[in-house]
């Protein structure tokens, strides 16, 4: 697929490039972190060994190695390989990929891996015009994406794709990299004789929040701004500290944040602390966490902590992702710091999920044969099998209500749904006990 022209591009960007993009790995041996995945056995690895790539989504946050490891793909595997940017590609360029891949695979039969870069950025039919050529096999699919691809890729797409979750550089394989870097001759820092302190590597490792690039390029900064005092380029703590001077608000680099904030954020609205609650929402919104993803855990909170108390609260939650969704940022962040807090303030409970747990449980181990009054009589033929025949209609009754089994025989008893003196539910129990004198 590459002409001459790019081919010496790209040979000049592996040779004159940014120090991550030359350090790049090009072989599953050298290829560092996501041993999970691509460890000896695994089965991403054993795919490329064999050349028998199914399509696969890698996902996973930036600098973990999603595009040196497609790159690894195509060097490794006997297929062709071309590459779309979902940023600056559009139904055109799919077009034309697809066409490549059509000829390739009838003159040649040679199968083609696409490798699509920020895929959630394409929109649904971008996507969908993927579709028949990943099915019947024209096309092997790789897509990357920092994003949840459970939301942002076309569920047909999942479905026919492996999905790869990549997680954060660990602190150990930055050090090995770094090292590596500053001791590689040809694509390295090794004819420079640099020097970096164990301060200086533990600085870039902790703020380079399990991005191997990030990591790089402050080493590639210190040691390119930095003069030679007896002939060596020594890289220490104040070096370290003015090339990578801020750290990123991000989820840590153990890659446990993301649920750790979400499940702290979760637990203070909960709980009822407003404050703390709108300083993990701040949190998030920093780190640029996915404001939908943002949005549905307070729809869910909503419905699981509050519930009934506060009925209102499950209506403000998801009129709130909508207007964010309307909105965008910056803006968006007040609509949901507006929900946070209705959600964090509002009376509580926990009754629905607990009815429905109870009820799901029950399902599962009882009989549930619907009883015979119940049952549709809206048939020819159903009073004579006696369905519905003995139903009691509640409208007919005084308050509307009238003492019937609604539930299988077997479980004539039962309660699941037991309100809580807690804002509205606690009328919602007093109306049910008035029901029942």
Known sequence: MMNIFEMQYENSIKKNGPLAQRMRPATL?????????????????????????????????????????????????NNNFTTLNAVTSGIKDIKDKISYAVD???????????????????????QDALLPYVENGTIILIGATTENPYFEVNPALIS???????????????????????????????????????????HIVNNSNGDARKALSALELGVETTP????????????????????????????????DTISAFIKSMRGSDPDAAVFWLAKMIKSGEDPK????????????????????????????????EIIGFPEGRIILAQAVLYIACAPKSNASIIAIDRAMDAVEKNAVDVPLHLKDKHYSGAEKLGRGVSYKYPHDYEKFYVKQNYLPDTMRNSTFYQPKESG?????????????Q
């Open 29 to 77: 041996e050298t290829f560092v972190g996501q041993e999970h995945i691509v460890g000896e056995g695994k089965i991403l690895n054993r795919a490329i060994k064999a050349d028998k790539l199914s399509s696969a989504i890698f996902y996973g946050p930036p600098g973990t190695g999603k595009t040196t490891l497609a790159k690894i793909i195509a060097e490794n595997t």
């Open 104 to 126: 390739q695979l009838s003159m040649y039969n040679k199968r083609t891996i696409l490798f699509i870069d920020e895929i959630h950025r394409f929109n649904k039919s971008q």
């Open 160 to 202: 026919r794709s492996l999905v790869f979750e990549f997680k954060k550089i660990t602190d150990d394989d930055i050090i090995k990299v770094l090292k590596k870097a500053a001791m590689d001759k040809e694509n390295g820092y090794g004819a420079k004789n640099v020097k970096i302190t164990e301060e200086a590597i533990n």
């Open 228 to 259: 030679e005092t007896d002939g060596e380029i020594i890289i220490d703590i104040s070096v370290a500290e003015e090339c990578i001077q801020q750290k990123k608000l991000e989820y840590d680099k153990n890659g446990d944040s993301h649920y």
């Open 293 to 324: 993803f943002i949005a549905r855990r307070i729809i869910i909170c909503a419905s699981e902590d509050v519930g009934n108390a506060d009925p209102r609260a499950l209506e403000v939650a998801v009129n709130a992702f909508k207007a964010v």
């Open 424 to 436: 509205y539910e606690s009328r919602i129990k007093k109306f049910l006990e008035y029901l029942k």
